[in-house]
């Protein structure tokens, strides 16, 4: 039934009859989510479960009779995203299918960052590159102590100095001071 369901909702589905050959077909494939059931045979869910996050952050979803706190909070303890009991809405699932396949494809993607160039003359360092303890080595040309806002206050002073209105500062956020 959920196959079919999934299937007019057009999404690609791959039943596994067992753990074992779940954990071959994840194995020799790539998946945008898993829905695993916990009481299945040969290899527990809760060893797919393990198995799957061995190596992969796919998204999992359990759907199972299992109601217990103890079990849901294993499930979840193990890497599972969500947890759904028996009997549940078909409908409930699609959201949540939805909603795990979002996340992972939307909200997920690492923002592009540009690179921070310094150039002085011929000299062009890349600062994304360095750390703000590396920074202040080189800068004070002595070991980062841990003070993470020592930086940020020279720099405040400098422009104290150097601009007139200090509401309206003369830097551009991540360029640098404008002259």
């Known amino acids: 039934m ?25 194995d020799n494939d790539t998946f945008s989510l ?21 190596n992969n952050v796919v998204p999992v979803i359990i759907v199972s009779a299992k109601d217990t706190e103890a079990d849901k909070t294993l499930g979840l303890g193990l890497g599972a995203d969500d947890y759904m009991t028996k009997p549940f809405s078909v ?25 921070m160039l310094l150039t002085a003359g011929d000299l062009v360092m890349n600062l994304s590159d360095y750390t703000k303890e590396q920074i202040y080595s080189l800068v004070w040309n002595d070991a980062y102590c841990g003070d993470e806002n020592a930086v940020n206050v020279h720099i ?15 830097c551009a956020y991540r360029l640098g001071t404008r002259l």
């Open 2 to 26: 959920l196959t079919n369901y999934l299937t007019t909702e057009n999404y690609e589905v791959i039943c596994a009859i067992d753990g074992q050959e779940a954990c071959a077909q994840f």
């Open 34 to 54: 898993v829905l695993l059931d916990l009481m299945i045979p040969e290899i527990s869910g809760m060893d797919v479960m393990r198995h799957i996050r061995k």
């Open 91 to 115: 409908a409930e699932l699609l959201a949540r299918i939805k909603a795990n396949i979002r996340r992972t494809t939307q909200y997920d993607t690492a923002p592009i960052i540009a690179p």
């Open 156 to 170: 405040s002073r400098l422009r104290s100095k150097i601009e007139d209105d200090t509401r309206n500062p003369l």
